[in-house]
């Protein structure tokens, strides 16, 4: 087992690549805390887990709220003991061209997929620092390397996170934490299934592989950067993308 006895925090974990994580890093060995702000799935998903016999919670959490980030962080820690790792996955779409972009879909999307991903780890940063370790792991996304067509908002907060997870790898490695990010490619979850079908179609023409990712794919390299294999691997930014940008 690749994460026996360690804790993780997912955020967004209720569904999607979220969810994936989730019953992954269980089978390793993890125990899991699935923080999402949607109530019904992250209970349903934390029930499921439980019955397949993973040490599993669910904790409500509005990620661009930072008292209710630092709320998740004490009540995975009373529940839990500790936090080893935090994956900041937790995220939205609010697509539009760029002159129709509204400023509530702009501060929508930097409020949760920017300025969620500090509050989060901020809130985990004295709990990681008292261990002496810990892996945080930042979901940007290919769009945030190359851009993309009607995502101003989103390529924004996802480049962001890349800058955020690159200064803590050097602020947080003297103190034994890894900091690294995910950019996945379009993966098979509810975000994607907002695209228009004929751009999908184009957008997986793209791709060498031909295909969408799975939310496991990414869920493996979460993995991956989570274990003792990743632990000289730092401030790295891993694309899984089907090859999509080469
Ligand atoms: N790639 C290439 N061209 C695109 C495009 C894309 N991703 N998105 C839109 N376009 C093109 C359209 O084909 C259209 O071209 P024509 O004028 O030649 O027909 C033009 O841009 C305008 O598009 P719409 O007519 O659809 O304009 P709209 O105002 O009605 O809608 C939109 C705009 C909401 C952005 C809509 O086009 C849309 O949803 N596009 C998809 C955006 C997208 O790719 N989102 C990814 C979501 S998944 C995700 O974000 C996960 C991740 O990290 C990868
Ligand atoms: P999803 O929409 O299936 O799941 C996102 C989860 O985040 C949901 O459970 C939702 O309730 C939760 N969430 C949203 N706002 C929240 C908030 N304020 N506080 C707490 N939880 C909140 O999305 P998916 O596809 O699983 O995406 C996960 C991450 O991967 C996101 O950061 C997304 O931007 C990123 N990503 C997704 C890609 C895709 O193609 N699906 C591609 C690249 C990156």
């Known amino acids: ?128 620092t008292a261990l002496g370790s810990g892996s945080i792991i930042n979901t ?15 390529a924004a907060t996802k480049a962001g996170v890349i800058g955020m997870t690159k200064t803590w790898a050097k602020e947080l490695g003297p103190k034994g934490i890894r900091v690294n990010a995910v950019a996945p490619g379009f993966v098979d979850t509810a975000m994607v299934a907002s695209v228009p079908e004929k751009i999908m179609e184009t957008l997986i023409e793209k791709v060498p592989l031909k295909k969408l990712g799975r939310p496991e794919d990414i869920a493996n390299a979460y993995l991956f950067l989570s274990s003792e294999e990743a632990a000289y691997v730092n401030g790295t930014v891993l694309e899984v993308t089907g090859g999509l940008v080469i």
């Open 1 to 128: 087992m690749k994460l026996k006895d360690k804790v993780a925090i997912i955020t967004g974990g209720a569904g999607g690549i979220g969810s994936e994580t989730a019953r992954l890093f269980g089978k390793e060995g993890a125990k899991v805390a699935i923080a999402d702000f949607s109530e019904d799935e992250g209970e349903k998903t934390a029930a499921e887990l439980r019955e397949s016999g993973i040490d599993c919670i669910f904790v409500k959490v509005n990620v661009a709220d930072p008292h209710s980030a630092e709320q998740m962080a004490e009540q995975v820690t009373d529940q839990f003991g500790k936090i080893d790792i935090l994956i900041n996955n937790a995220g939205i779409t609010r697509d539009a061209m760029l002159k129709k972009l509204s400023k509530e879909q702009w501060q929508q999307v930097i409020d949760v997929n920017l300025s969620g991903v500090f509050h989060c780890t901020q809130a985990v940063l004295p709990y990681m």
């Open 140 to 154: 940007s996304s290919v769009v945030g390397v190359h851009g993309n067509v009607g995502q101003t908002n989103y």
